[in-house]
């Protein structure tokens, strides 16, 4: 191994683990209510596809459609990223990562209430890597998302992400 190909791959580990705490933050970061950083996560004209059908482009405008997503509840919820998977190509790279989402009850606990995967795209800016779009897909309940209604349709994992080329 030459010292080329071991920096490569430390790049390729540095890289993948640099937007793998980005979808950690991603869930972090709105049960905080801290959307200036997440407005940070994403490109300049980053799109979000949430499950129902409805996007947003640019950090500002998905601010905004979040902002009115978490307006529709007071219940506290909490965002669990789990089982991140990353693929770099150079300068763009895809994940998916599974999302459950637990929301407080009437009764005081809390309990899982919806699950799905964020299929996303990254792009390397010069301010690090970025979500270039991400579609949400609820896959439990089948019905779709609690506040957002009924999901459109259960796209393909293969299926190209909003924002990638």
Do not use: C
Not at 93 to 117: E, I, N
């Amino acid at each position: 191994m030459t010292d080329d190909d071991l920096a490569a791959r430390v790049q390729r580990l540095e890289d993948q683990q640099s937007i793998v705490q980005s979808l950690i933050d991603y869930g972090e970061l709105i049960d905080a209510g801290d959307l200036e950083g997440f407005a940070a996560l994403w490109a300049e004209d980053g799109v979000l596809e949430l499950a129902n059908g409805q996007q947003a482009r640019g950090a500002a405008a998905i601010v905004e459609m979040l902002q009115a997503v978490m307006s529709a509840s007071t219940q506290t919820v909490r965002h669990l990223e789990m089982n991140p998977r990353v693929a770099v190509d150079g300068d763009t790279a895809t994940s998916t990562v599974l999302y459950a989402v637990a929301r407080t009850q009437p009764d005081g606990f809390s309990r899982v209430v919806w699950m799905g995967h964020h299929y996303s795209s990254h792009v390397r800016t010069a301010g690090g890597w970025k979500i270039a779009g991400r579609r949400n897909v609820v896959d439990l309940p089948e019905t779709g998302h609690p506040l957002m209604g009924p999901r459109v349709r259960a796209p393909a994992a293969a299926e190209a992400v909003p924002g990638s080329a």
